[in-house]
């Protein structure tokens, strides 16, 4: 009889117990019951795994979740940020402004004539060595875009020789027939007008090369630097000399000429002519020796290569 009434008792403690635990589950260990509280959290199958241990789990999960997390959130903000921005050789890349590409070989300036001041009288003595191809020069020391454009009878006009003649440049491109035309004038402009006017000057220079060669192409070659110790009372100088070349590169792009950034080719990296290709130290600090020809030369043949790239 006492088994009977302790089996009906132990139903309905089990009965009671179940319903008012909730989150409590009743485990039964022999002849034992014990109550304990149901974790919300993935317990590992591991059956003897005891309350300690799963809390210790629990603990030690969420932080294993957590740090996983921080570091998903950590990667995506380094993959969003590496889209949005680009890297340093990139931006380098970006803001080069020395657009070159395969150097053309020398046959490239066969169709080429070369005008300038005693900086293309010195790169016509250089390509006495067949660098520039069968290319012409009409080049004359101290002469100006200003100048260029008086007449031959002029005592003030400066002009080079062609055939034991002074001629006009204009004609005498004409007359060549050639329709690749590199200029490298302005120096002497800016030390008697500064940088505008010398501007000005180049406008109405090429323009009237183009009056008689339309179908020319103009390659402007930017006026280059003198060194960083340099001293003259006129006024060039390496400022006036760069603010010539913004805003003669400016016209080039407004009237489809070539602009190629020799200054920045040959220069310190500080807009001074770099020491090594000087020639003339410490008499002027702007003519070039030969290694400033030279690399003259190699960049005018990947420049070129550049603009034939890109139009291709």
Not at 162 to 181: A, H, P, R, S, W
Not at 233 to 260: P, R, S, T
Request: net charge negative; with cysteine.
């Amino acid at each position: 009889m006492k088994k009977i009434l302790s089996a009906i008792l132990l139903g309905i403690l089990l009965t009671v117990t179940a319903a008012g635990c909730g989150s409590q589950q009743i485990v039964l260990s022999g002849d034992r019951m014990v109550s304990a509280n149901v974790e919300r959290m993935t317990v590992p199958k591991n059956a003897g795994i005891n309350r300690e241990e799963a809390s210790a789990y629990q603990e030690s999960s969420s932080v294993s979740e957590s740090s996983e997390k921080e570091h998903s959130e950590e990667e995506n903000s380094e993959k969003e940020t590496s889209k949005e921005e680009p890297s340093e050789k990139e931006s380098s890349e970006e803001e080069s402004s020395h657009e070159t590409g395969e150097p053309v070989g020398t046959e490239w300036f066969d169709d080429a004539v070369f005008v300038g001041d005693s900086l293309v009288t010195g790169l016509r003595s250089y390509a006495e060595n067949g660098c520039l191809g069968d290319a012409d020069f009409l080049a004359k020391d101290c002469m100006g875009f200003h100048t260029a454009m008086r007449s031959v009878d002029d005592e003030y006009g400066i002009h080079p020789v062609y055939n034991g003649e002074l001629v006009m440049v204009d004609d005498t491109i004409q007359l060549i027939g050639k329709k690749k035309v590199f200029i490298l004038l302005g120096t002497n402009d800016i030390c008697c007008y500064g940088a505008e006017e010398t501007v000005d000057g180049m406008v109405e220079f090429t323009g009237k090369i183009l009056e008689k060669t339309p179908d020319a192409q103009i390659y402007l070659m930017s006026a280059t630097p003198l060194i960083a110790d340099a001293e003259r009372e006129d006024y060039l100088n390496n400022e006036n000399i760069a603010a010539y070349n913004e805003m003669a590169k400016q016209v080039c792009a407004e009237k489809g000429y070539v602009f190629l950034d020799v200054a920045g080719a040959l220069d310190d990296g500080n807009g001074n002519l770099a020491l090594e290709y000087c020639g003339d130290i410490p008499s002027g600090g702007f003519h070039f020796n030969d290694e400033g020809n030279a690399a003259w030369v190699e960049y005018l043949k990947s420049s070129v290569g550049g603009v034939q790239d890109s139009e291709q």
